[in-house]
């Protein structure tokens, strides 16, 4: 019997001290950007795009998008992949549902991305807040859709989804982050298997949405480990995925281990596609929220 040659694997992985060509940016400041940052500062909101020193912040806030980081500054996990500080957060603010409102109409945004800390800290983990942040908004815009990234809801992850039920997003996401052999040391206080539970149960609960995750290459997970993650995913019924480069955001995170060339994060796009996944964002400076409002990302 004829045997088909085995499709070659892309060799991806080079360690290098400086970043690759492919991964510098410019942060151009044109007068969308500027009005994006006015209209943020203004409002006094919060951004995961600042906050975790995003290296897609100059595109992103140039086309007039930007990421609500809600709940606070403070987060009660001490991830050592992000640049989010950790620590005691403040009670959620009750004027933040009309200051996303009034950035939504500012902006004249009709896609809108919020995601939060970590806030273990309450009982239901700010599912109520993310609620009313929801509804607030729908109210004076009644025709945004919405993406919400969230926590992995530790303690009370039926409940946030209950809650959740009331303000039904249009996408539901959480983030995988990375593959579990890692998660010890770049998020200690994560758990893959609750990670995954709810998807699962956002999947099962939340009627027509769609759910999405995201994962880091460069930490140093292996090929096998990061294609198990994508059968995970799919198996608890998640249609989205984003494949990025993990870039140190701050000088007390984890050190890249590998820069993913270009090529094998197509190589990674045509696996996940393979998989079933119908929205896939595979490229280096690929993020959860980078052209979410795409239907066929980039
Ligand atoms: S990719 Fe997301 S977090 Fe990064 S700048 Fe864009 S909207 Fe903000």
């Not at 151009?28 to 975790?52: M, Q, R, W, Y």
């Not at 995003?54 to 595109?59: F, L, S, T």
């Not at 995970?232 to 281990?257: F, H, M, W």
Request: proline share 6%; with cysteine; net charge positive.
């Amino acid at each position: 019997m004829n045997q088909q040659p085995e499709k070659e694997i892309p060799v991806t992985r080079k360690r290098r001290a400086k970043l690759p060509p492919w991964l510098k940016t410019i942060l151009p400041a044109d007068n969308t950007f500027s009005h994006t940052e006015k209209v943020l500062t203004d409002l006094g909101l919060e951004t995961i795009c600042s906050s975790a020193n995003c290296p897609n912040r100059g595109q992103c806030w140039s086309r007039g998008t930007a990421t609500v980081l809600i709940l606070g500054r403070i987060c009660t996990r001490n991830c050592k992949f992000c640049s989010v500080n950790a620590g005691r957060p403040q009670p959620p603010d009750e004027t933040e549902p009309a200051r996303l409102a009034q950035m939504a109409m500012q902006l004249k945004l009709k896609y809108m991305v919020i995601t939060s800390v970590n806030r273990d800290d309450l009982p239901d983990g700010g599912a109520a807040h993310f609620r009313d942040c929801i509804n607030e908004v729908r109210r004076q815009c009644p025709d945004m859709k919405f993406e919400i990234l969230t926590p992995d809801f530790r303690n009370c992850q039926e409940k946030a989804i209950e809650i959740l039920r009331e303000c039904l997003p249009f996408v539901f996401a959480h983030n995988v982050e990375t593959v579990p052999s890692l998660y010890k040391k770049a998020r200690a206080g994560g758990n893959y298997l609750r990670s995954l539970n709810l998807l699962k149960m956002a999947r099962d609960k939340l009627g027509d949405i769609q759910t999405k995750s995201s994962i880091m290459l460069g930490l140093g997970e292996q090929d096998n480990e990061v294609e198990q993650v994508l059968r995970d995913l799919r198996a608890a019924g998640c249609e989205r995925i984003t494949i990025g480069q993990y870039l140190k955001p701050s000088k007390n995170s984890l050190e890249v281990v590998e820069y993913i060339t270009p090529e094998k994060f197509e190589w990674w796009k045509q696996k996940a596609a393979e998989l079933g996944f119908s929205w896939i964002m595979s490229s280096p400076f690929a993020r959860s929220s980078f052209f979410a409002e795409q239907e066929n990302p980039l």
